[in-house]
């Protein structure tokens, strides 16, 4: 039995009656377009979170406070010098952090505007990639050493306060947390439809008033190329709990995490979550395929008599079982292709609906290629399964009954 | 895996068909009802039989049991020599797709499907290679003088077009027996005469013919009538 000529043939007949067609795909194309739609958004939120942590690095170990009851010890550069002197091997350096929860105000207006202000050093401002719409995009170590009220504000502040023109706001003065600022540069907030307003400033200046940071709020211990995260961190751990005075870690003022298992464990759960919510969603895959079945019997009662035909021109029941499967698998991956496409489109609608929102970070749109590929394979299956029993059936009608029908 | 079948139909004298006290019963206990009643008849190869009859006579059901689409409940079937009774459903089918060709009162054409890949159906069945099906299909439809009409689908045609389509299909396997069901049944006298006359000449080529029918003037084309009533053969005259 040919294949191809079949094909033809089924898809012909599709064609001739498209409303029934779609009808009879919608189960399938709704249990796909939902797997399809929850697995691509996982997908989606989990590339924006990995790139997002691996933008920070990854090759590091960060050393955060820890509010254990009672307020954390500071992590500071003596924290810095007493790690260095420690002479761990496979540390490459110490990068400590700030990012302060502030307001901004506006010289002219007065309006006020909530916004975060992170530190940065000529060296790990780098690592922000920032994207420069004016003027510049670094600190200078002089700016950290004399502790310069200058700052780098993102095109929100600059939409805010100077009318969205990023030349104008270079040079001008801005009020942050009650002290003034000169701005320096101006880049590209990350996401257009953010209203996140942040703005970047030497690290030591944020160590003055009015911020008064006491020390960092993270310090990023920065290792070389092919050292092993967790022995280092075994290090660091026991200096740290025997300079502080712990015998735990549990009961410790200050937390070790290493940033590249903790996007794994992320990943693993996001995985796990997805699956877990698309085997639900399949669920109404068995409706689809009741659908399906229901519709190939409807066909197989249709056509008894061309099926006794089929069976004088000397067609076997193997012939007439393949010719109904072939029909069943059709229309599932048929409807399971347009499941993808209406997956996919659900997923991008709601990546940008997301998007729209005041969110940090701007995610990205993933397609989930694992769940389009299970997604046809469960859609071959479906019309396999469910069409095994018309098919069946259609192939043990008796030849002379069958042709007598009318 | 096709091989033209010439030696069934070239000797003239071979029984093609041979039917030992066939019986056929439907039901069970009371409500049985015996169709046939032991029939035990031969055809030669190259014969053009008629069959006639009235209806409930069991003429259906001896056509059904020549063409392989019913077995009997006893006696014994031999067809181009193989007795039907050790094959199973597969070998049934092949027998229906290489030596029976049928023709029906309706025509039985697959409307969605056009004149050719209709007739190309029982080569797809024996598993002909689509080049191999597509000439045997012209060759086939040029026999029937409807060439210019290979595209087209079944409901573009007239009855008697059809028909023609119908047993153009029937030939294309090169079958040793032709089997005609009332074939000019739906058909007006015009075209009926066109389609005996094919029919005969289909014949004159070495087939077998068998056609069941209700009408003298179409029984009369034939060179053996045989008559069944009550299941059994009542008359079996050469004309």
Known sequence: ?406 | MYRKQKSSNTSPMKKIICLTDVRKTYGINESAYEALKGINLRINAGEMVAVMGPSGSGKSTLMNILGLLDTPSSGKYQIDGRDTKSLDDDQMSELRNRTVGFIFQSFNLLPRITVLENIERPMVYAGITPRERHASALTNLEKVDLLNKASRFPPQLSGGQIQRVAIARALVMNPAIILADEPTGNLDSVTSTQVMELLCHINKQGNTVIIVTHSNEIASYAKRIIVIRDGLISEDKKT
């Open chain 1, 1 to 406: 039995m040919n294949y191809q000529s079949l094909l033809f043939e089924v898809i012909r007949s599709m064609r001739a009656n498209v409303l029934r067609t779609v009808l009879t795909m919608i189960g399938i194309i709704i249990g796909i377009g939902a797997v399809v739609a929850i697995m691509s958004t996982a997908d989606s939120v989990t590339a924006t979170v990995s790139s997002e942590i691996e933008k920070t690095g990854l090759n590091k170990i960060s050393l955060s406070r820890r509010y254990n009851g009672i307020t954390p010890r500071s992590l500071d550069d003596s924290t810095i010098h007493f790690l260095e002197s420690l002479a761990i091997l496979g540390i490459k350096n110490y990068e400590g952090s700030i990012s302060v929860n502030t307001q901004a105000r506006d010289y002219k207006t007065g309006e006020i505007v909530s916004m975060y202000i992170n530190g940065a050093t000529e060296e790990t401002i780098g690592d922000l990639n920032l994207e420069i719409l004016a003027g510049r995009g670094i600190v200078t170590k002089e700016e950290n050493a004399a502790q310069s009220r200058v700052a780098i504000i993102n095109s929100n502040l600059v939409k805010k306060f100077f009318y969205g023109d990023p030349e104008a706001a270079i040079g001008e003065m801005v009020k942050i947390g009650g002290s003034s600022f000169k701005i320096i540069g101006v880049y590209k907030n990350m996401s257009p439809f953010s209203e996140h307003v942040a703005a970047v400033a030497p690290i030591r200046t944020l160590m003055t008033q009015p911020f008064d940071e006491n020390g960092y709020d993270q310090i990023s211990i920065v290792l070389d190329t092919g050292s092993d995260a967790n022995t280092i961190r075994e290090q660091v751990l026991a200096a740290m709990l025997k300079a502080r005075g712990y015998s735990d870690e549990d009961k410790a003022d200050f937390s070790l995490s290493i940033p590249r298992q903790e996007l794994n464990t992320f990943k693993q759960f996001m995985t796990a979550a997805s699956a877990v919510i698309a085997l639900i969603a399949a669920i109404s895959l068995i409706v689809g395929g009741v659908g399906i079945m229901n519709i190939m019997l409807v066909t197989v009662t249709e056509r008894t008599k061309e099926i006794g035909l089929m069976r004088s021109l000397g067609a076997k029941k193997r012939d007439i079982v393949k010719q109904f499967l072939i029909e069943s698998i059709t229309l599932t991956v048929f409807g399971g292709i347009l499941g993808v496409g209406l997956g996919i489109f659900v997923a991008y609608a709601a990546i940008s609906i997301i998007n729209m929102f005041d969110s940090m970070p701007h995610f990205m749109f993933s397609v989930s290629f694992i769940g389009i590929i299970v997604s046809l394979i469960v859609s071959i299956l479906i019309g396999l399964i469910f069409g095994a029993y018309p098919a069946t059936r259609a192939s043990n009608l008796n030849p002379v009954e069958a042709l007598r029908r009318e």
